[in-house]
Each structure stands twice: as C-alpha cells, then as structure tokens.
C-alpha cells in the first residue's frame, strides 16, 4: 500500500504551503503587524493581559460558541450586538483559511454529479484555488483587468457560464492590494446564483467596508481577521452573514475550534484596540512613505495600495535572482514571478517599521546594482 493506492490525485498533485524559517531576517513577506505584542503596549496593561493569562482553566474545554468574544467582533465589525441583530450572526475560525474551508465543504453539489464551483478573480488570495482542491471542488479564476481592476463583463459571463456556488472577493485584493469598484461589486453579488464572500482580512489599512450591505444581500458574507492587525499569532477569523448561513456552517465546524487562550487574548485586545489602531494609522503613513521612495526606483513600478503591502515590478531585472539577493543580505519579501501570468516579474513587500522599510530599500538597491 502507498499513497498512490490512497490518496486522491487532486491531493497528490498539491504542494503543501510553504512557510520558509525567517530565521533573524528582516521579515517583511507575510503581511503581518510589525509591532510585538504586548511590548506595544502602554504600561501596566501588559501585565494586565499576563495576569489574565494566568487566571485561564487550560484544564477545562473552551467555551465551545466563544459566544463572549463573537458579541465583541460583532461590535468590533460594526454590526448591532447578536443579540438584538435580527437575522445576523457571526461563526469563527481558525484563521480565515478555516471559514473558507467551511464553505467549500458545505455547499451543495449540482445536480447530476457535477461538481461544485468555486469563483474568484485573479490574481487573488491563493487559498481559495487550494481549498477548492482539497475539498474536490472546481475552481474558476476571473484574470484581472488592466491596472488589476475587475473586469465586469468577464466576471459576469463566468458566472452565467459556471454558476458559481461560491464567488470570493477580497477587498482590498491580495496581492494587488487594490479596492474595486463599488458598483462592480454590487453587480456581481446581485448577479450570483449562489453565496458572496466579500474578504475584508485587509480593512484596517483601507478606507471602506461593505459590512453595512449584510442587511441588504441575503446571500452576502463579509469575511474578517485581527491577523493583519497584531494579532496574527492568535489564528482567529470570523465571518458575519445571515443566521440561517452559520447555523449550517456551524454544524461542520470542529468542536472547540477557538481554544481559550485565544478567546481571552482576542477579548483582551478588542476591549483595548487604542494601541493596535494607532499601529495601523503608522502603517498607513508607513505605507505612503515607502511607496514614494520606491516609486523612485529606477527599473521599478510599484502599484498603489489600500492593504499593508505593496506590489511591485522589476522593469530591467529579473524577480527571481533580485529576490535571492534581497534573502541573501536578510530581507525577506514575497515573490509573485510565476505565481499568475499577470505579476510576471513582480514581488510584494509587507510595510515595516521605518527601520526595516530603509533595509529594505538599501537591499533591493544594492540587489539592483
């Protein structure tokens, strides 16, 4: 017996997702906070989130609906305390990539055998093409327009062609960082067949939400997570919709999915976001910073943002040997080149402090020498 006799062909022909060891490089690819926590921090509340910690029954299960921490995201999303929401409700994962998973697996197969179809624009965030794989289901990607814009009338004839029983729309995109068109995306919920996740894992840095639209589109889900915001160590995403969408969501989730100190850590944080929301607001100022002096360059074009990275494209240098370069003097940042026809030469930086912004900089001039 071997895996050949046992493994689905689907699964055999994945790569696992590959996290390289930062080791005690500048670590500037994966999109996280650069600020530690709790050392951000104003004194005495450290010691406050530590006592805490301390008062936790790791003894005991968690609370297995953290129906505390979801009240919290619920005001912390904007929408009215679960209690007094009406139709609405919140289900939380282990990171975002676990509620994508949950989708995937719970939609209905068509009839006749087929199998289900998950839709997303592309280039776009990378999971949504693995998990429709691992859960055996076909995975239509939409190419981008020009300036990585959404191009409507492909969108719109792929799902007439494909009916979709899930569209995933991150918003600002990763790894363009871009936001859409409002109308785009409002054509493109009222236009689907089946259910709409609007993938909001990058608003903090942004300057729009559509969560107000959960009222208005039955079939609309916005997607959430704190780890773009501190917290990437804790692996809590959350997605807010329709009761009647949780309830069933929540029958395949894994029992006691948000262990408890991540549930205290979570509550914790939100009951004390001044630090986290001052953190974003310099990453946002870091942000236009490091895109002007990257825009001067020579040999690079490097796209607006409303995330916490940006895209850019080598002109006269190959991606590839820059990128080697950039690991080789200790900087890390994500290569694209080969991911998707469309970032053909491009690598994405995660804004840092100022420090690592500058050896940033003076890596890729020295790589460009």
Request: with cysteine.
């Amino acid at each position: 017996m071997n895996p050949q006799d046992m493994i689905r062909d689907e699964v055999r022909a994945l790569s696992a997702y590959h996290v390289p060891d930062p080791g005690d490089a500048v670590k500037l690819d994966a999109m996280e906070n650069p600020y530690a926590w709790p050392a951000a921090l104003p004194q005495g509340l450290a010691e406050q989130w530590a006592a805490g910690l301390a008062d936790v029954a790791l003894n005991r299960y968690p609370a297995p609906g953290a129906e505390a921490l979801r009240d919290d995201l619920a005001k912390w999303m904007g929408l009215p305390a679960l209690a007094n929401a009406g139709d609405l409700d919140i289900i939380l994962g282990n990171g975002s990539d676990e509620l994508i998973q949950l989708l995937a697996m719970a939609v209905k197969h068509p009839a006749g055998g087929a199998k289900p179809c998950i839709l997303a624009p592309e280039p776009g965030f990378v999971m949504y093409n693995m998990i429709a794989r691992f859960v055996d289901a076909d995975y239509v990607g939409v190419p981008l327009a020009d300036g990585f814009e959404l191009d409507l009338p492909a969108m719109l004839a792929a799902i007439k062609t494909n009916q979709p029983a899930l569209i995933f729309l991150a918003y600002p995109n990763n790894p363009t960082g871009n936001l859409w068109s409002v109308d785009a995306l409002q054509a493109i919920v009222e236009a689907a067949p089946g259910l709409v996740v609007i993938d909001e894992a990058y608003t903090a840095f942004a300057a729009d939400s559509r969560v107000e639209w959960l009222q208005q589109y039955p079939q609309l889900l916005v997607m959430r997570t704190l780890s773009k915001v501190g917290l990437a160590g804790l692996r809590l995403g959350m997605l807010a919709g329709q009761k009647c969408w949780v309830n069933e969501l929540d029958k395949i989730r894994l029992p006691y999915n948000i262990n408890s100190l991540t549930q205290y850590s979570a509550r914790f944080a939100l009951a004390n976001m001044a630090p986290l929301e001052a953190q974003a607001s310099s990453l946002r100022q870091q942000r236009g910073e490091l895109f002007a002096r990257l825009s001067e360059v020579d040999g690079v074009s490097v796209w607006s943002s409303e995330a916490n990275f940006l895209l850019f494209r080598l002109e006269k240098a190959d991606a590839v040997a820059v990128h080697a370069s950039l690991v080789e003097q200790g900087v890390l940042i994500k290569k694209l080149h080969g991911a998707h026809p469309q970032l053909e030469q491009c690598l994405r930086v995660t804004v840092g402090t100022e420090s690592e912004n500058q050896q940033f900089l003076d890596a890729l001039n020295r790589a460009l020498a």
